[in-house]
């Protein structure tokens, strides 16, 4: 059964910065885009951005020149370093392939952007 594990999330001020891993068991990793989601609450999951497995690249419109997703396909992990954070990106963040695939969501990791 593939996991999917996001860690990195935290408490941080307007503008500050943070940087996500989501790290993937199995093997769907080396096969599959790769992506990252928020859900705010009372809001529905959005993509973020989303990575192909040779590093091709496509962010949400209100992400873009904020956020930069990676991936690092010999540890099966997808980060993504977000930076100028606003408060309107809180939010549960989670990776998950793009279109998800893993039935199974990983537990998130929380981004609170707060002064």
């Known amino acids: 059964q593939v996991q999917l594990v996001e860690s990195g999330g935290g408490l941080v001020q307007p503008g500050g910065s943070l940087r996500l891993s989501c790290a993937a068991s199995g093997s769907i990793f080396s096969i599959y885009t790769m992506g990252w989601y928020r859900q705010a609450p009372g809001k529905q999951r959005d993509l973020v951005a989303s990575i192909t497995r040779v590093g091709s690249t496509n962010y949400a419109d209100f992400v873009k020149g904020r956020f930069t997703i990676s991936r690092d396909n010999a540890k099966n992990t997808v980060y993504l370093q977000m930076n100028s954070l606003e408060a309107e990106d809180t939010a549960v963040y989670y990776c998950?392939?793009?279109?998800?695939?893993?039935?199974?969501w990983g537990q998130g990791t929380q981004v609170t952007v707060s002064s």
């Open positions: 998950n392939t793009h279109p998800p695939r893993v039935p199974h």
